[in-house]
C-alpha cells in the first residue's frame, strides 16, 4: 500500500484545488497548468501527476502525457494508474496514433528516445549521475523536450549541484518561456542558491562591512526576489552606510512586492527623513504604524523608529513639524490612531533612557543612528527582522553592558547583584525580551518569586513571541504560575520547529508537545482491573486490601482546581472512586455488595520528586464496604515509562514504594515494586515493556504481615488522542507477572495482571 499523502496547504492546495476545478469543466490547457504549479511545490502528491497525464490526453498531447507519466514514475510514484497510463502513451506513440505537441517528443525508434528512456530509468532507480548524463546525450539530440529537461534538473538537484541544476532551468525556460512548471522549478533551484549568499551578507553586516553586506545581499535577491529578509538586508546595510538615496531605491523595490510591509517603510521613512523629505518620511512611517498585523514586539519596534527618526529630523532642523506633529504636512489623525508623532510621545514615555538629546543624535554615524537588522541563521537560510538603533547585535547596543554584567554575577551565584545588572539592561532596552527573562530568572534565583512574576507581566501581553525565545518563555512561565501563557509558548514553539524557524530534536518536540498536554489537563479519567493478590500497581496507586485471590475494579474521575491545579509541577487533585469486587477465589463478596465510594484530594507538592500524599473518606454503598479515613504516601522514580520517538528501544526501570493507614479502624499497608527491563516501540504509539520485578507488600492485619516476590513481566502501552500540538494525552495498558515466593506468605506466587485506562 501507498504511504498516505500529507494533505495540500498553501498555494499548493489553492492551485490544486484550482486545476481539479478546470478539469471537471473541461478546460485542460489551465488544469495541466495549475497542476503543474501546484507540483513544483508538492511532487509527491501522486493525484496531481495523474491529473496532468489525463489533462494532457484530453489535449491530444500523448507525447507530453508520456513524458508527464514517466517523469511521475522516475519520483518513485507506484501508482497502477501511471503505469497503465505509460504503457498506454507508449503503444499509442509507437502505432503512430494521437497528434504531437508543440514540443516534439522522440519516438521510441530513436537513440534520442532510448538515452531519454534509459535516465527516467536512472532515476528511478536512484543513480542520478547516470540520469545527468543519459539525459543530456538524449538533450543533444533532441532539445525541445520540457520533461526532460524537467528531469535534468531534478537529477542535478539530487546529486546537491545544485549551480548546475539552475542554470539547467535558465536553460529550459529559455526554449519553453511559458512552460509554468520549468518557471516553478527554475524559481526553486535559484531559490536554493539564495541562502548561501544571504548568510554570507549576515556575517558581513555584524562584523561592520556594509559594502560587502550590500554586494552579497544583492546577490541573495537576484536567486531569490521574493525573500523579504534578503532586502531587509540590503536596506539596512545601505542605512548604515549613509548610501540614503540607494537605501530608499531598495525599500522601495522591496515595497512594490508588499506594499504594506512595515519593516521596509520605516526604513524607507528613516531614509527619505536623512534626504530632507520630512513629508515623505512621516507618511511611510505613519503607514508602517497603521499595519495591525505587527505583533507587539515589532509594533514597539515600529514606534521607536518612528520616534528616533523624527527626533533626529528635528534636530538637524529639516521637518520640526513632523517632529511635533502639528504645521500644514501633519497627516490627519484620528481617534485611537497610532501616527508617527504619538509614537514619538509614546516611545519616549515607554524608555526614558533612550530619549538622548537631539543634537547628540544627529551628531551619530550613520551605523548608529540607522534601525538595526537582526536577523538568526540556520542550515536552510536566515531570517530577518527590524530593532530600533543602537540595539544588541554581536555585542553592540544599548544595555548589553549591563546583560554581561548579569550573566557574570550569575555565574558567582550573586544573583542580587544579577537582578540589579539585568534591571539596567531592560531600562536601556525595553524592547530585548532577552533582557527582561535575564531580569526575571535572577529575581526568580534571588528568592523575589513576586517581583519576578510582577517582571514578567509585559511578556504575558505580547500576542507574538519571537521563535528563538518561546520556549526561553515558555519555561518562565510555567515555573512563574502562567500557565496559559506557558501552554501557547509551548505550542509556538513547536510550530515554529515544524516551519524550520528554530531547531528541535524529535524527542525534544515530543517532550515540548507533552508540556503543552500536561498544562492543558484540568480533568481526567481512570480505570482499573486487577487480578491477584498484592496487585499489579500503576500510576494512580490503589493497594489490594485482601489476602485472597480476587478481581477487583476501580474507576476515578478527578479534577485539577484552577490556580493550584499544576504550579510548576507541583499537582493538587480532588478526586472521586469507585471500588468494586468483581471475583473472589475464596467465594467471598463480590459485585454490588462490595461497591465501595472513596472521596480525596492527593498533592505533589514537589516539581522535581516524585512524592504524592493523599487523604481519602472511605463512603459505604454496599454492605460489604467500609467506613473510613485514609491517609496514604507514595514515592515514585523512574526512566523510560514514557512515549520516546527518537529511539526504536530504550532502557526502562521503576521504584515504587507506598504507605497507608486507615484510622478509624486501624490498618497499615505498604506497597514496593522494583521493575528494570527494555522498552521497545512495537508499533505506532505502542510501547511494550519486558521487565524482571521485585515486589513486597505489608498488611498489618494479617497474621504473617509481610510478602516478597520476584519474576518477570511484560507491559503493554498503547498511546492515543494525540494531534499538532498534544502529545499523546491517554492510555491503555496491559501489564501481566509471573512471581515466585522469596519471602512471607504465598501471597506473591502466581500470576499478577492488571488492565488500566487512562483519559
Known amino acids: 500500500m501507498a504511504a498516505k499523502e500529507a494533505p495540500l496547504t498553501g498555494d499548493a492546495w489553492k492551485f490544486g484545488d484550482a486545476a481539479f476545478k478546470a478539469y471537471n469543466r473541461k478546460d485542460y490547457a489551465t488544469a495541466d497548468s495549475l497542476a503543474a504549479r501546484a507540483l513544483a511545490l508538492r511532487p509527491d502528491v501522486t493525484r496531481l501527476w495523474l491529473l496532468r497525464v489525463y489533462a494532457l490526453q484530453n489535449q491530444n498531447r500523448p507525447a507530453d502525457a508520456l513524458n508527464v507519466a514517466q517523469t511521475a514514475l522516475a519520483h518513485g510514484h507506484r501508482d497502477p494508474a501511471l503505469t497503465a497510463a505509460r504503457d498506454t502513451l507508449r503503444a499509442t506513440l509507437a502505432g503512430g496514433h494521437g497528434a504531437g505537441s508543440g514540443a516534439v517528443t522522440p519516438t521510441t525508434q530513436t537513440p534520442a528516445w532510448k538515452f531519454g528512456d534509459a535516465a527516467y530509468k536512472d532515476y528511478a532507480a536512484g543513480h542520478y549521475a ?21 528531469l535534468l534538473v531534478y537529477s542535478l538537484e539530487r546529486q546537491q549541484r545544485i549551480d548546475e541544476a539552475a542554470r539547467e532551468a535558465d536553460a529550459a525556460l529559455r526554449l519553453s518561456p511559458n512552460d509554468e512548471a520549468l518557471q516553478a522549478l527554475r524559481d526553486r533551484m535559484h531559490r536554493l542558491l539564495a541562502p548561501t549568499p544571504a548568510k554570507a551578507a549576515w556575517d558581513a553586516y555584524r562584523s561592520g562591512d556594509y559594502a560587502q553586506t550590500a554586494v552579497l545581499a544583492r546577490e541573495a535577491i537576484r536567486q531569490a526576489p521574493d525573500v523579504q529578509s534578503y532586502r531587509y538586508l540590503l536596506t539596512g546595510a545601505l542605512l548604515s552606510e549613509g548610501e540614503y538615496t540607494q537605501a530608499d531605491a531598495a525599500a522601495s523595490d522591496a515595497l512594490a512586492q508588499d506594499g504594506d510591509d512595515a519593516l521596509s517603510l520605516a526604513m524607507r521613512g528613516f531614509a527619505r527623513a536623512q534626504l530632507g523629505q520630512p513629508d515623505a518620511a512621516r507618511a511611510d512611517l505613519n503607514k508602517a504604524l497603521k499595519q495591525d498585523w505587527l505583533s507587539d514586539q515589532q509594533m514597539a519596534t515600529v514606534k521607536r523608529i518612528a520616534a528616533d527618526t523624527l527626533r533626529v529630523n528635528a534636530g538637524a532642523g529639516a521637518g520640526a513639524g513632523a517632529a511635533t506633529g502639528t504645521g500644514t504636512t501633519t497627516a490627519a489623525i484620528t481617534p485611537g490612531t497610532t501616527t508617527a508623532a504619538t509614537a514619538t510621545t509614546a516611545a519616549t514615555t515607554a524608555a526614558p533612557l533612550s530619549t538622548t538629546t537631539s543634537t547628540t543624535l544627529a551628531a551619530r554615524s550613520p551605523a548608529q543612528s540607522a534601525p538595526v537588522v537582526f536577523c538568526t541563521s540556520d542550515p536552510q537560510d536566515v531570517l530577518c527582522n527590524l530593532l530600533p538603533a543602537g540595539s544588541s547585535l554581536a555585542g553592540a547596543g544599548p544595555g548589553y553592558d549591563a546583560a554581561t554584567r548579569a550573566y557574570a554575577a550569575f555565574a558567582h551565584r550573586d544573583f542580587n547583584a544579577a537582578v540589579s545588572a539585568a534591571n539596567e ?213 523512574g526512566e523510560g515509562g514514557s512515549l520516546r520517538v527518537d529511539r526504536s528501544n530504550w532502557q526502562y526501570w521503576q521504584v515504587y514504594a507506598e504507605g497507608d493507614y486507615f484510622i478509624d479502624h486501624p490498618q497499615t499497608l505498604g506497597t514496593f515494586e522494583a521493575r528494570y527491563g527494555r522498552a521497545f516501540a512495537t508499533a505506532h504509539n505502542l510501547v511494550t515493556m519486558p521487565y524482571l520485578a521485585l515486589n513486597a507488600a505489608y498488611d498489618s492485619l494479617l497474621d504473617r504481615h509481610a510478602t516478597a516476590g520476584i519474576g518477570p513481566g511484560v507491559a503493554m502501552r498503547l498511546w492515543f488522542r494525540e494531534d499538532a500540538h498534544h502529545a499523546p494525552r491517554s492510555f491503555v495498558e496491559l501489564n501481566v507477572q509471573y512471581r515466585v515466593r522469596v519471602a512471607g506468605d504465598d501471597r506473591s506466587d502466581g500470576v499478577f495482571a492488571g488492565l488500566y485506562f487512562s483519559y
Do not use: C
Open 130 to 150: 547516470e540520469a545527468t548524463d543519459h539525459a543530456r546525450a538524449s538533450l543533444r539530440l533532441q532539445p525541445d523536450n520540457p520533461g526532460l529537461r524537467g
Open 425 to 637: 539592561a531592560v531600562q536601556a532596552a525595553p524592547d530585548n525580551l532577552a533582557y527582561r527573562l535575564l531580569l526575571v530568572n535572577a529575581l526568580e534565583r534571588a528568592g523575589k518569586r513576586k517581583q519576578a512574576r510582577a517582571a514578567f507581566k509585559p511578556v504575558t501581553r505580547l500576542k507574538d513571541v519571537p521563535p528563538d525565545e518561546s520556549l526561553d518563555v515558555a519555561y518562565t512561565a510555567q515555573r512563574l504560575g502562567y500557565n496559559r501563557q506557558a501552554r501557547n509558548a509551548f505550542a509556538s514553539a513547536v510550530d515554529a520547529a515544524d516551519a524550520g524557524q528554530i531547531e528541535l530534536a524529535p524527542q525534544s518536540r515530543q517532550n515540548v508537545r507533552q508540556a503543552v498536554s500536561d498544562l492543558d489537563r484540568t480533568w481526567g479519567f481512570t480505570g482499573a482491573l486487577g487480578y491477584g493478590t498484592v496487585g499489579v500497581m500503576n500510576s494512580q496507586f490503589a493497594p489490594s486490601l485482601s489476602a485472597r485471590r480476587t478481581l477487583q475494579s476501580s474507576q476515578e474521575l478527578y479534577w485539577r482546581p484552577p490556580v493550584i491545579g499544576n504550579v510548576n509541577g507541583s499537582v493538587f487533585e480532588v478526586y472521586a472512586r469507585m471500588n468494586q469486587a468483581l471475583y473472589d477465589g475464596t467465594g467471598g463478596a463480590t459485585g454490588l455488595p462490595t461497591n465501595q465510594a472513596v472521596f480525596g484530594a492527593r498533592w505533589k507538592p514537589f516539581s522535581q520528586q516524585n512524592f504524592v500524599f493523599a487523604v481519602e473518606r472511605f463512603v459505604p454503598i454496599g454492605s460489604d464496604s467500609r467506613t473510613d479515613w485514609l491517609l496514604r504516601g507514595a514515592w515514585s522514580e
